[in-house]
């Protein structure tokens, strides 16, 4: 790991991984809106592949060596959300359709 000499430099490096991590959940996002033009409204929430992510991601986390929880805990926050994004898509792909 590089060595860093000033405070601002450690916040100007986790700054550009923010911007990375953004840009992901982006990626994501796009992903989500392709996955739901292929669901019926009752595939939006598929807890047998959640718990599945969920447990693959703590595994990774325990590898990385990173906190208890803490990946699990921003994982079910993102996972919560995009659901809600999901329906809210949903409705919104299939109430224009039909209107």
Do not use: C
């Amino acid at each position: 790991m590089k060595k860093y000499n000033s405070l601002d430099e450690v916040r100007f490096s986790i700054d550009e991984i923010d911007d990375k991590i953004i840009n992901l959940i982006a990626k994501r996002k796009q992903l989500v809106v392709e996955a739901v033009k292929l669901k019926n409204r009752d595939q939006i929430v598929d807890q047998k592949r959640i718990d599945e992510i969920l447990t693959d991601l703590k595994k990774k986390a325990k590898v990385k060596n990173l906190p208890d929880g803490l990946v699990e805990k921003l994982w079910k926050a993102m996972i919560e959300e995009f659901i809600r994004y999901e329906r809210e898509f949903f409705d919104e792909i299939h109430n224009h359709k039909k209107g």
